[in-house]
């Protein structure tokens, strides 16, 4: 897929809410061609954006012109990386606060479907908690180790296009997906329709109104090629209730990530961290980031249609 046109869409209405009063927000920093190494999680290329629009009903705030899911998809399948496994420990801290308080919600458990598994983390801190875990993830390489891993059989493809089973999942759980896709109402409207009767969607993003985004201005570390959308409560509201859920729970989000994780974020360090001893060591420091800076809801799948 060689020509720009097919590779970016220019919208007209909101993702989101579908609005159609957008104008635009942000002239972009990025003006590169998007490659794997700028899609992976551990991507340090922050501060970077594409032309970003914004929603005058929801306040929305999105790529536009935006890369279409073809191209995405075709890039997502091809990453590799690393380096995310070794934040496993800090990862499992917090996916596992985010499951007990799913647990709280859904006392019986059940199947439980994860969208951007990745390298299968939470399907398996889940499987040890009794849950029944399924999950979808683009990337080969991380299908590939989920399976190696931890034994996990994770469909390799898109959530807007795989064929899944309606109505049989307890939970969806979408933790920093939604920013990442250029079809969010699909992805979220699909997961609807694989949950069971009040089963429960958890969704976790970046929230661009958060003290931590507004003091580190376009230093912001959610401003990455990646990440398509920002959201805010108030459009995440807006993109679920349109869908055909509503937000139950809700909380703050804060990541636990080492001490080498961070440090590694800051190009004038990286040098310094080849020293393996000193890389190790600093692997075992688990610092929590208590910025808050994005946010976890808790929505129920609404009966009817
Ligand atoms: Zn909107």
Known sequence: MKDEEERFRMLTACPACAGTDIC????GTFSGRLTQDEIKITDSQYGKTWDLSICGRCGHIF???????EYLTSLYSHVEDPLYDDEAAGRSKNFLSILRRL???IPEKGALFDVGAATGILLDLARRRGWEPAGIEPSSWAVRSAADKHGLGLIEGTLESASLPEGRYAAVTMVDFIEHTPLPFEA???ARSILRPAGILVLVTPDIHSRAARLAGRRWWHLRPAHLAFFSRRSIDALLRRAGFSIIAEHRYAWTFSAHYLLSRKPAIQARLKDSRRASFLKRIPIKLALGDSFEVYAMKDSGA
């Open 24 to 27: 635009g927000y942000q002239k």
């Open 63 to 69: 790529a536009n012109p935006c890369p279409s899911a």
């Open 103 to 105: 647990e709280k919600l």
């Open 188 to 190: 979220v409207r699909k």
